[in-house]
């Protein structure tokens, strides 16, 4: 196993707390506000104090232009296709439930693992496989049966979570000769024009003015969300194996559950639970160590 250094299991804690309770965060600054507007607010409020972070820090915003293709893809893989389902999925989902699915992710990227670069799945790891996909059965059965079922929903989340794998894979593999920071502002920046795009062409009539608890939302997003933890991610995703993010990723969607419970009174259905302890489960059995 990596042995992290202070700093990086420092960044591992805030990051699982800041993503963590970022779920019923989401949930209530969509609630009553466009949701692709409400994604595109925060990421203009976080680009320029990215800009500034890489001024402050003296690093080059240079992308050689041979790479510009690889940023292109990149950006689609590890956040353009992400932060558009995820933000419109969030809105027909309980914010528990929206954040068990997105963190499927680690059972997608050890599947893309063995089936696509050929690394060996361990017969624990496949049964992580089938541990994750019989939690998502389950919400996928609760939400065909309810009322209020949003499985298209679940399908978004699933895809995003998928697509999110592969990106995991990509970046850790990436040869862009640059920082990592340059790369994440210029990532954000395509996926802001992105949501911009969106939000005109499809959100434009149901514009208003933010109430106070939207615009804590939007600014939180902004600042904790796009300005430190997406760069924090992608700095980790490239700079370590997989095992080095399998705390943080296993209780992202444990906080993403009950602080929706807490916060926003999301009632957990029996499905729910189980749901929470399967993917637990599936991602330690895929990622953690046989020897701690």
């Known amino acids: 196993m990596h042995t992290l250094t202070r700093q990086q299991l420092v960044v591992l804690v805030l990051l699982t707390l800041v993503w963590g309770i970022n779920w019923p965060i989401m949930k209530l600054g969509v609630t009553d506000f466009p949701p692709l507007s409400f994604r595109t607010i925060s990421m203009w409020l976080g680009l320029p104090v990215l800009a500034a972070v890489l001024l402050v820090r003296g690093v080059s915003f240079r992308i050689p232009r041979p790479y510009w293709r690889e940023l292109l893809v990149l950006t689609v893989l590890n956040m353009l296709v992400w932060h558009t389902l995820a933000i419109l999925a969030i809105r027909s989902l309980s914010s528990g439930r929206a954040a068990i699915l997105g963190y499927t992710m680690p059972v997608f990227s050890a599947m893309i693992g063995a089936l696509w670069f050929s690394q060996r799945l361990a017969p624990r790891a496949w049964a992580g496989v089938a541990a994750a996909a019989l939690g998502v059965v389950l919400l996928l059965w609760h939400e065909a049966t309810a009322l209020t079922g949003r499985p298209l929903g679940v399908a978004m989340m699933l895809l995003a979570a998928a697509i999110w794998a592969v990106g995991t894979h990509r970046m850790r593999r990436t040869t862009i000769p640059a920082s990592t ?73 444990v906080l993403g559950v009950f602080s929706g419970a807490w916060w926003l009174g999301e009632v957990l259905h029996w499905q729910d639970w189980a749901a929470v302890a399967l993917v637990i489960a599936a991602i330690a059995l895929v990622l953690w160590p046989k020897q701690v």
């Open 181 to 253: 920071l340059a790369i994440s502002f210029w990532m954000t920046l395509i996926t802001t024009l992105w949501m911009t795009l969106l939000s005109v062409m499809f959100e434009r009539s149901d514009w208003h003015w933010p109430s106070p608890p939207v615009w804590s939302a939007i600014v939180y997003n902004g600042l904790a969300v796009f300005a430190f933890a997406q760069v924090a991610w992608l700095s980790l995703a490239r700079d370590l194996p997989p095992i080095a993010s399998t705390l943080s990723v296993m209780f992202i969607p």
